[in-house]
């Protein structure tokens, strides 16, 4: 147990200086001060703090061997990811079991923790496959779609009612064509999923931070991409390069620095309280990755989120 002592958060739209009592690899306390405290105590005046990184990876589970795999990781690691979500691809519903068990197996090397979704053909969108997916507790589908004849042949109503005990993420895969027609493609998803209260998101981009309504709807959220009283001890390092333009805590960053933070590589990365990544130094530790066993998701989306999810969806329309 060790209390990182006074340092500056940056959030999404504040910093402020918390003080973190860190205990089995989770966050066990929050405060802005713990002057009482009289064991292991780490000063962190002049660093930053960023929650971190969970990131989609289209690449993780190709590695061509156990170095591939490694040197992927390490990639991961230095843009700071501290949870990879991978989604191998099947094109029968029978092959469900067997592939993520495979990526189970795959994964199980890895030293981030890691969540498992999966990519199909938009043929097998029923009802029978995602309670399949469900059965795995499989937070997210991503669904590869090529025509708006497929989209009308989805039987909408029933795939509304199967995601009520379990609401899958379904996220569209446009395959590619013109920038009209993807466009064309993405909006008729997004106004099907709105329709029928089904949540989805953009196409995922690989190797880029997901953002909290995005963890909310997955499921990850409080685990994973904040530092809350019962979080996974998961934060990025930087040094204060700014120091002397922060006058004081719960002051407004500007966006331009947290761009900047949000997208720069940390000097120091710490997965459930062990370090992995130490300015250039990245420590792997195979095996020290978990499957995270998402309960359900969108469980902590708020109405405030849902309310912008279904704006985000209408700008689509």
């Excluded at 989805?154 to 379990?166: C, F, R, V």
Aim: charge should be neutral.
């Amino acid at each position: 147990m060790y209390l990182l002592d006074k340092v500056i958060k940056i959030d999404e739209e504040r910093n402020e200086t918390r003080s973190y009592l860190i205990e089995n690899g989770q966050i066990n306390y929050v405060t802005t001060s713990f002057d009482k405290w009289n064991k292991q105590r780490v000063t962190m005046s002049g660093i930053l703090m960023t929650n971190g990184r969970v990131m989609y990876d289209d690449k993780l589970l190709e590695s061509k061997d156990f170095q591939d795999y490694q040197n992927r990781q390490s990639l991961l690691i230095k843009k700071g990811c501290t949870a990879v979500a991978v989604a191998p691809k099947i094109q029968y519903a029978r092959e469900i079991e067997a592939v993520f068990k495979r990526a189970k197996h795959e994964m199980a090397s890895s030293t981030l923790d890691y969540v498992v979704g999966m990519t199909i053909p938009i043929s097998l969108l029923r009802p029978a496959v995602l309670r399949v997916c469900q059965q795995f507790r499989i937070p997210f589908v991503r669904v590869e779609i090529q025509s708006f004849q497929q989209l009308k042949a989805i039987p909408w109503t029933h795939i509304s009612q199967t995601l009520l005990t379990y609401p899958t993420v379904l996220i569209p895969v446009i395959a590619p064509s013109s920038d009209r027609l993807e466009i064309a493609l993405l909006k008729e998803w997004m106004a099907y999923c709105s329709n029928f209260q089904i949540h989805t998101t953009d196409p995922l981009e690989v190797l880029t931070c997901w953002n909290k309504p995005l963890l909310q709807k997955m499921g990850l959220y409080p685990n994973k991409g904040t530092m809350l009283a019962g979080s996974d001890a998961d934060y990025l390092l930087f040094r204060d390069e700014r120091k002397d333009h922060i006058q004081s805590i719960d002051q407004k960053v500007a966006r331009g620095d947290r761009i900047v933070y949000y997208e720069k590589e940390p000097d120091v990365v710490v997965l459930k309280g062990e370090i992995v990544k130490t300015y250039e130094t990245i420590s792997l530790k195979p095996g020290y990755g978990r499957l995270i066993d998402v309960i359900r998701p969108g469980r902590f989306l708020s109405l405030q989120d849902v309310s912008a999810e279904a704006y985000q969806q209408e700008n689509y329309l």
